[in-house]
């Protein structure tokens, strides 16, 4: 049985509030979450796709340091999140790795512009369809329960620790399934490193 993105978000909430209210570690132990983002996106705006579904997206996303083995790919950090539809329509719960860039280090004397980049998949509780399907009125047909998913981000480090960006994120089938209607949201995220 696949997990809801309801799930998955709910997973990734709760480890996120256990590390938060967990006692401080011995500095010497390895650190497993790098951040998490918390964020509000305009669902299916059409980019990459027609604008069928409606409503906001809650996105939540923690980011994993960097394993060692991953150096080799460029250290992308692994992450798990969620969008989660607040009008009913497809929500989605993801995972994947994520590429970061400094792109100036220190705007006017304050924090850095950075740029992310992310690949994974996804599972969504929406639509799948067959090749005859026709959608309920105001959803898309997706094609397949399992999407690939995508996003880029372009964000300012406002402090060590905080961040604000803003987002793009499209889940799809690549035209594996029948149907692949798409999902392209955009909105804005906090972040908060450890």
């Known amino acids: 049985m696949i997990p809801t993105p309801r799930i998955v978000a709910l997973v990734a909430l709760g480890a996120a509030a256990s590390l938060v209210l967990a006692p401080n570690r011995a500095a010497a132990q390895t650190k497993l979450v790098d951040e998490v983002k918390i964020g509000v996106l305009a669902h299916d705006i059409g980019f990459l796709t027609h604008h069928v579904e409606g409503g ?101 480090q406002i402090t060590p620790i905080v961040s604000i960006s803003a987002l793009l994120d499209h889940i799809s089938n690549a035209n594996l399934a029948p149907r692949n209607a798409g999902i392209t949201s955009a909105g804005a995220r906090l972040g908060f490193r450890f």
């Open 56 to 156: 906001a997206d809650l996105n939540l996303e923690l980011l994993f340091a960097s394993p060692d083995m991953l150096s080799i790919i460029g250290s992308p950090r692994p992450h798990i999140g969620a969008d989660i539809n607040t009008a009913g329509n497809t929500s989605d719960g993801h995972i994947g790795l994520t590429w970061g860039w400094t792109l100036l280090p220190s705007l006017f004397g304050g924090g850095a512009v950075f740029a992310n980049g992310s690949l994974g998949g996804a599972v969504h509780d929406g639509f799948t369809g067959t090749k005859t399907s026709v959608a309920p009125p105001g959803r898309k047909l997706l094609g397949s329960q399992v999407l690939f998913r995508e996003s880029a981000e372009l964000g300012y």
